[in-house]
């Protein structure tokens, strides 16, 4: 039993790299995902504001990761100046 749940585990983090760029394009509000500034500074303003609960509640860094990008903005693995997850 514990070989199936291993594998079970194995094939949902290979599901979820195979779609990692789709859920960044996602986060980041780029591509098809992308509805214009208004939408994006919206949704980073969201964000900011969830990082900064974690962060006074005490779970800061540990449910959250954050780096800036080359943009400026999220990155795949993400910042606390731009509140994306990792």
Same mark, same amino acid.
């Given at each position: 039993?514990?070989?199936?749940? +291993?594998?079970?585990?194995?094939?949902?983090?290979?599901?979820? /790299? +195979?779609? +990692?760029?789709?859920?960044?394009?996602?986060?980041? /509000?780029? =591509?098809?995902?992308?509805? =214009? !500034?208004?939408?994006?500074?919206?949704?980073? +303003?969201?964000?900011?504001?969830?990082?900064? &609960? @974690?962060?006074?509640?005490?779970?800061?860094?540990?449910?959250? $990761?954050? /780096? /800036?990008? !080359?943009?400026?903005?999220? $990155?795949?693995?993400?910042?606390?100046?731009?509140? @994306?997850? &990792?």
């Amino acid at each position: 039993m514990q070989d199936a749940s +291993a594998q079970i585990i194995q094939d949902q983090i290979a599901y979820y /790299r +195979a779609r +990692a760029n789709e859920y960044d394009e996602w986060f980041l /509000r780029q =591509g098809r995902y992308d509805h =214009g !500034p208004e939408w994006r500074q919206q949704w980073l +303003a969201e964000v900011h504001e969830v990082q900064q &609960r @974690s962060t006074r509640s005490g779970l800061g860094e540990t449910c959250w $990761s954050w /780096r /800036r990008g !080359p943009d400026g903005g999220p $990155s795949s693995s993400h910042d606390t100046q731009t509140g @994306s997850l &990792r």
